[in-house]
């Protein structure tokens, strides 16, 4: 994912400069430019004032801002085939085991119909969750294998959600091309030993869009865990993805229909950083904008960068581009 240039090359042009220049650079407060460039993905999904997907826009219809600073789109690709790396996760907690039957049903049309068509490198991993976090099935094409492992898993006890979201993040950052999270739950979170912001973190570090689907085991607010409802729409939110409330069989079918769609129907962006200004946050805030008001763009909000270092001068604020990525 990242495009590193020559650091022999980079110390012979700083070389250069610093003999060309001399004394007069000397005399000048330092000023922070980084030349190992970094090139930043994003994914986006773009809706009509009706909720229809939107898939024939142009590079031109699209602007970046990082920080606030426009960027130059270098990369563009519509409805983009490169690979696709999901991480399903079923919660298997004792408040879904009725409906964990049909919730493996839906899971295997969707990773049927998933897998049949588009990029054969496309993969999926295979996650469950109670009071722990299972790898039932490390990433795979293999329909037959994916299909055996939801047949198998069944739990009970708490429910470790942000954990688990946290563990699927770990196993798709290292992945290439597209990554997306689906987790099937009630929203309740009882056991995790981890809160929200690591959870969201590792999956803004993965580049992962998050698809939440609530399955509802009471409709009634006061008789239901609505915080952690709350939290899987910020997530979703926050990495580009949605929430989805299917209600019944037919309508988690639907759910993973439409997500089907989106996720083929996807724009892929990705542009070198340029005169970023820092701050002493790391998370560099994404806005991804398109240039007809009556159309809506889902795209991630922000990634993890280089943030302001020890000399906090005005001219050391400024940065080509953020740091690579590092695992926490």
Known sequence: MFHWLDKRATAAIAAALAAVCGGALLAQPPTVFRADVNMVHVIASVKDSHGALVGVLQKSDFKILDNGVPQEIRVFERQTLQPL???????????????LKYETDSATKFLHALLSEGNPQDAAALFSFDSDVREVRSFTHNYPS????????HGSGGTSLYDAIYEASQELENRAGRKAMIVITDGGETTSTLKIEPALKAAQLADAVMYPVVVLPITNDAGRNTGGEHALIFMAEGTGGRTFYPGDAGGLDKAFSDIISELRTQYFLAYYPKDVPLTKNPFHKLEVQVDRPDLRV????GYYGEAEGADRSPDAQIAVTPAGRKKN
């Open 146 to 153: 994916l299909d055996n492992a939801l047949k198998s898993i």
């Open 85 to 99: 790396s999901i991480a399903l996760s079923i919660d298997v907690s004792g408040s879904t085991a009725k409906d």
């Open 298 to 301: 889902s795209a991630r909000n």
